[in-house]
């Protein structure tokens, strides 16, 4: 035959599972070409699994990675597809074949909200936060990417961020944002960073606005130095596709003796300022809590594997939890990017 998956040749689309079908459907033009693939002799495909097979359709066809459901609003990973189960997949599919009943609608907006996927109209609300917020026609969003959208509808008051904390305070928050970050992503850190120092810091609340923003840039300017030397990790040579070749990937580091950081500078920010008890400490004094937090954040990292992985719509992105699922207690978040990069996302209870 001139397809096979696994090693097992494939010789119809009834040879896939289930789940495989289901998600093809959603390739436009997928299942044409698996049949023309399982007809042709001249050609031989090998994929190790259905859902390398099912990320290759979707490149080779289209050039993308995500596959449009243009009845739902929604692009998405094949691959994403694949870990949403049969019940949810089967609900997706009865929506975009045209089914809107209030059951259905009802359905397809958990399914959507349970595995974070974003649509148009959680896009479209994305920049409308941000002009409500004045700052949408700031040159740091000039060129923005998916992932930069799905980091945006996580800001209190996006998609997934619930209400807002510190409403009065958003303007503020985004006008230090755009103007300290050079990429949308940073601009989401920096939000975060400022609105939590005003809720945290004593006195900030009821501060004014310059004295809110001047606490805001001497953290950075504390902690920007001393983060400058926690951006290492490791670099997977391919996705991963499960929390234990994370697990694994991150022993072997650790083992020689290295620490896993963050992606970026303003990321390392972000997960001090929120994961830590930082009171505006400068100097050896800021240095000495980064320390304290990655220390703690790798012991635990030793200590415990991923409980789960979350893969990213984008089908190449992932997060794992580590550690205990009560937010008082000490957890970390490790994300790797598309890149393959594990770094920390989000620390917790850590340097207490």
């Not at 009802?106 to 409500?132: C, G, I, K």
């Not at 990790?233 to 650790?254: D, I, K």
Request: aromatic share 6%; proline share 5%.
């Amino acid at each position: 035959m001139s397809i096979s998956v696994a090693g097992r040749p494939i010789q119809n689309s009834s040879a896939l599972s289930e789940l495989g079908r289901l998600a093809l459907a959603f390739v436009d033009g997928g299942p044409q070409w698996l049949n023309w693939a399982i007809a042709s002799l001249g050609t031989h495909y090998h994929f190790p699994d259905e859902a390398t097979l099912l990320e290759g359709t979707q490149k080779g066809l289209h050039g993308s990675p995500l596959a449009l459901l243009p009845g739902l609003g929604l692009s998405v990973s094949p691959v994403k597809l694949m870990t949403l189960g049969l019940g949810d997949l089967r609900t997706l599919a009865l929506a975009e074949a045209g089914d809107a009943s209030p059951v259905v609608g009802a359905q397809v907006q958990h399914v959507l909200r349970e595995h974070r996927l974003l649509t148009a109209a959680d896009l479209r609300n994305a920049r409308a936060f941000l002009a409500s917020l004045g700052v949408e026609g700031a040159p740091v969003f000039q060129c923005i990417e998916f992932m930069d959208w799905a980091a945006l509808c996580e800001l209190p008051g996006g998609s997934f961020g619930g209400p807002a904390p510190l409403q009065p305070l958003q303007a503020e928050a985004a006008t230090f944002g755009v103007g300290q970050a050079r990429t949308p992503r940073e601009f989401a850190d920096y939000y975060r960073v400022y609105l939590h120092l005003a809720a945290h810091l004593p006195g900030l609340a009821q501060a004014s606005a310059e004295q809110r923003s001047g606490a805001a840039q001497a953290a950075l300017q504390a902690l920007l130095p001393v983060l400058l030397g926690a951006l290492d990790g490791p670099s997977l040579a391919v996705v991963p596709t499960s929390a234990e070749e994370v697990r694994m990937a991150v022993n072997n580091w650790l083992m020689m003796g290295r620490r896993i950081g963050f992606s970026s500078l303003s990321e390392g920010v972000r997960c001090i300022v929120e994961g830590t008890r930082y009171q505006g400490e400068t100097g050896a004094s800021a240095a000495r809590l980064v320390d304290a937090a990655l220390q703690q954040a790798m012991a635990l990292l030793a200590a415990h594997a991923p409980r789960s992985a979350r893969l990213g719509q984008d089908g190449a992105t992932m997060i794992l939890p580590v550690g205990s699922e009560n937010a008082a207690n000490a957890q970390v978040e490790l994300r790797v990017s598309s890149a393959g990069l594990v770094s920390l996302a989000r620390l917790a209870g850590a340097g207490a």
